[in-house]
């Protein structure tokens, strides 16, 4: 059996909102797992079940193999970071650190060696006799990271922990709490709303919407094989260019050009005769110019935003619009006329009805 498995899993609040529905996941030990999606979609709801926080309003919860659902908190072989940090403001970084141990008893000796040790994994070293409130943003999240981490439980829940920090901090917190993953190997389950966060973090993400899950996947997968227009739509900045139409003979018709779709769709093309679909590019995934085994679109610059690395060009197809993403030194000139290419292999359709990618 996997390690944390998650089975039927549903949140009904007692004012009778369905926040989490049959959510089913099994996780493996070691594994860094990430709960994505827009604020409200019920990642912290199932996060706080798993930690005991929250109760279970069906499904079943195993931990270790042991079935979870009525243990508390405490029992669960679990530590959780929260947003807040919630450091304790008049105790030191070494007595933060040292808390949780001291609570259960545990000999100074092997506390003094414990902080010592995780103080160093943290960088926190010189850190350990300051006051919460003399530290950056960043030492304190390092300081709740790592009460978590000294108490060696089964499992690491993380709600949002770099949300507090500037831009720039954040950057940096996300490259230590990967390389703290390297060296504890804790299995780690992290909530962010943050896609860049998900997809740099995870070895597999859950994607959430209104309390569902669309795709579990590792980065790659959701990256090149979204299931759905949502996945598709939510991975990826800037996101997925969709444009709707209707199959017509096999092909569809974009700012007056007809594009075969058979060669993608096969045998099932003839199934979507008339029928509305989203055909899917995503900006970085094209080349200018007219090429071979591609769709070829002719569009008008409308704007152009240099970014350094790359450009994003917004462009006018007729009735639709799209953004592309082009190296700087490719940056077409604003309200002229450009021809691009879409690899036909880079091309996503959806089923229009359904929003599933066929
Ligand atoms: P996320 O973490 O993805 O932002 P949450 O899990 O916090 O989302 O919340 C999921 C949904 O459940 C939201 O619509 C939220 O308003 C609702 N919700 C959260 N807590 C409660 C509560 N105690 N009672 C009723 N609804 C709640």
Redesign the pocket.
Known sequence: MAYLSLKGINKI???G?H?VHDFNLDIEKGEFIVFV??????????LRMIAGLENITKGELFINGQLANEKGPREREVAMVFQSYALYPQMTVYDNLAFGLTLQGVDEDVIEQKVKNVARILGLTDYLDRMPRALSGGQRQRVAVGRAIIRKVGVFLMDEPLSNLDAKQRVTMRAEIAQIHRETGATTIY?T?DQVEAMTLADRIVI?KE?RIQQIGTPYELYFKPVNLFVAGFIGEPPMNFIRTTVRGGCIEIAGKKLDISCKLGDKVAAYENKDVYFGFRPENIVLGNRENAYVLDAHVELTEMLGDNTNVYVNLAKDNAILKVTPYETPDMDTQITFSIPVENAYLFDAETEFVI
């Open positions: 609040y007692p004012n909102f926040a999606g827009s604020s409200g979609c019920g990642k912290s709801t199932t909530v709303h959430m309390g």
